[in-house]
């Protein structure tokens, strides 16, 4: 996922990096709304970060979830609170127009 080269009005607001291949990766860009498409948008490759399962695996994972659980939000408290800070602070861009108001 990157920028399209068309798209003057999206860039890209988060990395990874492949712990495998030590290889960067784009995992969100953002559009700006543009005369043409009102509104703003965002790609996301990390849509498990979003999923109840991710933020309290007590709960018990989806059907099509076939790896084994992990232990990271048990073991570092901190990267559940930077999630949620994210998805906040996601949600009220997207709320808001350009000139700052927010959309109702």
Known sequence: MGVPSNAE???VIATGKSKISDRSF????????????????????????????NWDIEKGCPSFVEESPGDGMKNEPRAL?????????????LARKTDGEILR
Not at 39 to 49: D, I, K, L, M, Q
Not at 81 to 93: G, H, M, P
């Open 26 to 53: 784009n995992l969100a860009v953002v559009f700006e709304s543009t005369e043409d498409v009102k509104g703003r948008a965002v790609t996301e490759s990390t849509f498990h970060h979003f999923a109840d399962y």
């Open 9 to 11: 009005n999206a860039r």
């Open 81 to 93: 609170e930077d999630i949620k800070t994210y998805v906040r602070n996601l949600a009220l861009w």
